[in-house]
């Protein structure tokens, strides 16, 4: 079975500074594509990044960049210059190819922006 | 205008009572899902659907039944509800039914509280 791991149910990180979630994935495809998701209080779920697992370059987006290890089968986000905007709950998300869009969710991490 | 919409975003209900929540989207996706998630966040698919035919019934009870009355609506039916049908349920499209890796969009999410 295709599982997501988030090991981190809370974190925090101070304002302006880099925090790392972890995210680790199990699977025997070879095609897949991975995202991390955001849900702030307001419980909008919101796309961070994605990444297709056979671009082997890791995608960025502003102040988010994530570290795809395929071998590993790890995807962790940096969040850098944090702000207090990013507070919320983070989940990493597996699809697998072709099976109708299905995505699995890992647990999710609390993270806290501080002042 | 909100991409992904769902209707009522707050329900409080008895046991035993049939509800149905509503969801339509106008970003002209071919794909549309439910996913729940729990009192502990954890979420998961229910259902896909693309151009209105089933994809994805992901082993859930069939108390709950979908309907996808063309391409930009499903809406979710719940008969009997029981206590732990209690949960967010989230409504999501995506432009494809997953082969290209796709971002799905979610709804605000329906907050289903069952007394």
């Known amino acids: 079975a295709q599982t997501v791991t988030q090991s981190q149910p809370e974190m925090s990180v101070q304002e302006a500074e880099t925090v790392t979630l972890s995210c680790t994935y199990d699977t025997s495809e070879n095609n897949y594509y991975l995202f991390w998701y955001k849900q702030p209080p307001s419980r909008q779920m919101i796309l961070v990044i994605r990444q297709e697992a056979y671009k082997q370059q890791n995608a960025t987006e502003n102040r988010f960049s994530v570290n795809f290890q395929k071998a590993a089968k790890s995807f962790s986000l940096k969040i850098s210059d944090s702000q207090l905007g990013d507070t919320a709950m983070y989940f990493c998300?597996?699809?697998?190819?072709?099976?109708?869009?299905?995505?699995?969710f890992g647990q999710g991490t609390e993270l806290s922006v501080k002042p | 205008d909100t991409a992904v919409s769902q209707t009522p975003k707050y329900l409080v209900t008895q046991m035993g009572n049939d509800k149905s929540i509503k969801c339509e989207q106008n970003?002209?996706?071919?794909?549309m899902y439910w996913y729940k998630q729990d009192s502990k966040k954890f979420l998961k698919i229910m259902f896909s659907y693309n151009n209105k035919e089933l994809i994805i019934n992901e082993t859930v009870p069939n108390r709950f039944s979908p309907k996808s009355p063309d391409k930009a609506h499903l809406n979710l039916h719940i008969n009997s509800l029981e206590l732990g049908d209690s949960a967010v349920y989230f409504c999501a499209s995506s432009q494809d039914s997953g082969a290209l890796g796709n971002t799905i969009y979610f709804g605000e999410g329906s907050w289903l509280t069952v007394v």
């Open positions: 998300a597996f699809m697998p190819y072709n099976q109708g869009g299905k995505l699995i």
């Open positions: 970003l002209g996706h071919d794909t």
